[in-house]
């Protein structure tokens, strides 16, 4: 008996086929999965997934992370595609809002609907301006 | 011959742009093809993360996220996907005209508006914005975008959605429906609309959790928003690429005509030169 087997992150599709049994490594410890297991959802480690073709194939993959959803019939694999930890993504939230008031303060004069897109392109090429001198600047 | 200098001029100068938008256009054309395969590849993904959500919204859930719960509307937030350069005919521009209109209706209900942008079109535009409010801001992300890169700004709306500070989260980006055809759309992230998802399920069963609902629902949910935008922001760039190549296409088609209409003149006017020497050559014969 067999089940079938998707692995996918947000970026590509890793694999997809039917297997004998998948190994992969929740949480709580690794779990093996085979046919007509329950519903079963958990959240990864990152680890080494494993799915069993046969007593003499089997496919590894590494995952950084992500989330196991298991139907009786159905494995998904939804892979993480970089390490996510709590302070590496607040260091991205910071950067994010550092460039937002880096482009707030580019900002010259009032304007108002109407005139917002005759501005944009001088806006644009504004930032580009600035974008170029602080390279140049170092 | 001195005949026509500015106008060989020009038609040089003409040549020469020429010469630039079709390296654009072929450049374009070449990127829009492995934009248009990255679309591609992040379909199985969203796709999957998709049905998980529409099994878990049916399946008895004991536990009810914060996302999944409409509220009163008071403050939404947008994650806007731009280019960051231009030369892409009106793709920037249809999408920035669909949000003011979208903008004026918040603004007439009284709805204020948080903004992310990925791309520097985006920072450009709603900078200058007075009605909304600029929160975040991600550029310079380069053909080939990874989910990591985006995961800030979107932490910044999952974060002020937690706190209630918006009650509701867009994404806007073009839609690739073709080459010749790209749509600005906008489309509703939070929150998670369960009812709209067609059930299909039958009979009511229920995941196994581990190590909780909570913790799987939160994690599954943020990747789940997490995936919408990221595709967005893929087909946002396979439009960009579309759209460079048709511009560039129909730039380089101008300049042809252009070159031939001055070739035209050019070829006039040297032709009245000579006609004129010959003329006045005739003419001092005749006199002698």
């Given at each position: ?31 093996g ?30 995952v ?75 | ?41 992040t ?25 999944l ?39 007439n ?60 989260l ?47 629902l ?9 995936s ?14 579309a ?6 296409k ?39």
């Amino acid at each position: 008996m067999t089940i079938h087997v998707d692995i996918v992150s947000a970026e590509a599709e890793l694999y997809s086929g039917l297997a004998e049994m998948v190994f992969a490594p929740a949480e709580l410890g690794e779990v093996g999965i085979a046919p007509r297991h329950a519903p079963f959802i958990t959240k990864l480690r990152p680890g080494e997934v494993r799915v069993k073709i046969s007593d003499s194939e089997s496919h590894p993959f590494f995952v950084s992370g992500g989330i196991l959803e298991v139907q009786p019939h159905l494995v998904t694999i939804l892979a993480d595609t970089a390490i996510r930890a709590k302070d590496i993504d607040e260091a991205a939230v910071l950067e994010a809002k550092a460039k937002a008031e880096q482009a707030l303060a580019d900002k010259t004069n009032k304007i108002d609907y109407a005139t917002a897109q005759a501005q944009l392109i001088q806006a644009v090429m504004q930032l580009r301006t600035l974008d170029r001198l602080r390279k140049r600047g170092g | 011959m001195a005949v026509g200098k500015e106008i060989r001029t020009k038609i040089g100068s003409i040549k020469n742009t020429q010469k630039i938008t079709r390296a654009m256009e072929m450049v374009a054309a070449s990127k829009m093809r492995k934009t248009q395969n990255r679309m591609q590849a992040t379909r199985p993904y969203s796709k999957k993360i998709g049905q998980i959500i529409k099994h878990l919204a049916h399946a008895k859930a004991e536990y009810k996220h914060p996302y999944l719960i409409a509220r009163e509307v008071k403050r939404v937030g947008i994650i806007v996907a731009t280019s960051d350069r231009g030369l892409c005919g009106g793709l920037n521009a249809n999408l920035f005209r669909k949000m003011l209109a979208q903008l004026k209706q918040w603004q007439n209900e009284n709805i204020d508006v948080d903004v992310c942008t990925i791309g520097s079109k985006g920072a450009g535009f709603f900078s200058n914005l007075q009605t909304t409010h600029l929160v975040g801001q991600i550029s310079k992300l380069g053909d080939t975008p990874h989910l990591s890169d985006i995961v800030g700004i979107i932490k910044i709306m999952l974060d002020a959605f937690d706190e209630k500070r918006i009650d509701e989260l867009y994404v806007v980006y073009n839609e690739f429906e073709n080459t010749m055809v790209q749509k600005p759309g906008i489309q509703k992230l939070l929150p998670v609309m369960a009812d709209e998802i067609e059930h299909d399920l039958t009979g009511h069963w229920d995941y196994i959790y581990e190590p909780d609902a909570k913790d799987v629902l939160d994690n599954l949910l943020t990747r789940y928003i997490e995936s919408i935008v990221y595709q967005g922001l893929v087909e946002n760039n396979a439009c960009e690429q579309a759209a460079r190549m048709v511009a560039m296409k129909s730039a380089s088609d101008n300049a042809g005509n252009l070159i031939g209409e001055l070739q035209l003149v050019y070829n006039k006017a040297r032709q009245a030169a000579i006609t004129q020497e010959i003329s006045e050559i005739v003419a001092g014969a005749a006199a002698v």
